[in-house]
């Protein structure tokens, strides 16, 4: 469905110069420092497929996606969605795709939604029976009901992206892509939002490919995980691969009957944390679970309660940022 080889996208960006008629030299002679957003990547993503696309900012996703969705022409490598090359085969691209930038809209400001819906209808040459069918089912999913009349300038965030989602996936694509959709989005929206995009993958076989900050969003709703840092994949499998390669600690949480017993294995920190918690964090592969146990019984202390925790996901990604992907 979707095929990306040694894909490249470079800016040029004005250096600002210094001296005595600097903004002068600027606008006579600019000089440019070259900044390679997207540096040679490939992946390729099979249809029906749910894929989270993350890394900080700017690390080249959002270049990436305006690629694949046709808006930016690369300057070297090939990109394949569907069989199309988008930035030369646009008509026919834009028939099958759905994109959605979570701090843009593709609706008409001063217009009500259901106008601004009814505008695509004719621009995608929509029958009114395939109209009427997803309207119906897209106000089921994302209770547009309520708002449909208002012009979008009046919609907030949370609703804002629901209609821009309807409008994405009006024409039946086969393809969504997913900027940041849930930015600035309240935890009920962002709720409803992620059941909305399982839904329609369920349902339809939408194959979605989603750039995120949010953690959650990815345990919830990606089977697939690619990281991206200064132009380049650092990572591209499922999470629980993710936390196997990066996870390094883990972390028990303890109740004891009484006083804690000191605990003193190399690498091993152990402490009561403000919220009264016992809590030991040790490196995975470094100790066994049941190591750890042996070694805090022999303090003769009672153990009442034990949770154990794998890596969060969120500090995983943070330290792959940290130490640019090295292992």
Not at 83 to 112: C, E, M, Y
Not at 196 to 219: P, Q
Request: charged residues 25%.
């Amino acid at each position: 469905m979707i095929s990306v080889k040694k894909l490249t996208k470079t800016y040029r960006i004005a250096r600002p110069q210094e001296g005595r008629f600097a903004a002068l030299r600027s606008l006579v002679r600019p000089q440019y420092t070259v900044c390679r957003a997207v540096d040679g990547i490939d992946f390729d993503i099979q249809d029906g497929e749910v894929v989270g696309y993350i890394g900080q900012n700017g690390a080249g996703k959002s270049t990436t996606i305006k690629m694949l969705s046709g808006i930016l022409v690369p300057d070297s490598g090939s990109v394949e969605v569907d069989g199309l090359t988008p930035h030369v085969d646009r008509k026919a691209h834009l028939q099958n795709i759905g994109v959605v930038f979570g701090q843009k809209t593709s609706l008409w400001w001063d217009v009500p939604v259901i106008d601004s819906l009814r505008i695509l209808k004719e621009m995608y040459r929509i029958g009114e029976g395939q109209f009427r069918k997803n309207l119906e089912m897209f106000c089921g999913l994302l209770d547009l009901d309520s708002f449909l009349g208002q012009p979008v300038r009046q919609l907030s965030l949370g609703q804002r992206v629901r209609a821009d989602l309807a409008a994405a996936l009006m024409h039946d694509p086969q393809i969504l892509f997913l900027d940041e959709p849930t930015i600035g989005v309240d935890v009920v929206a962002k709720e409803r939002l992620r059941e909305f995009i399982l839904e329609i993958n369920r349902e339809r076989k939408v194959t979605v490919l989603l750039t995120t900050h949010d953690m959650v969003d990815m345990e919830k709703l990606v089977d697939r995980v690619i990281v991206i840092n200064a132009g380049s994949i650092l990572y591209d499998g499922g999470i629980q691969g993710l936390r196997e390669r990066y996870g390094r600690q883990r972390r028990m949480e303890l109740e004891f009957e009484g006083e804690p017993p000191e605990i003193s294995l190399p690498g091993v920190q152990a402490g009561k944390q403000k919220d009264g918690k016992f809590v030991v964090t040790f490196a995975q592969g470094q100790y066994a679970v049941d190591e750890i146990l042996s070694h805090i019984r022999q303090g003769g202390v009672p153990i009442r309660d034990i949770t154990i925790q794998n890596a969060d996901i969120e500090q995983i990604v943070r330290d792959i940022y940290r130490e640019g992907g090295r292992e």
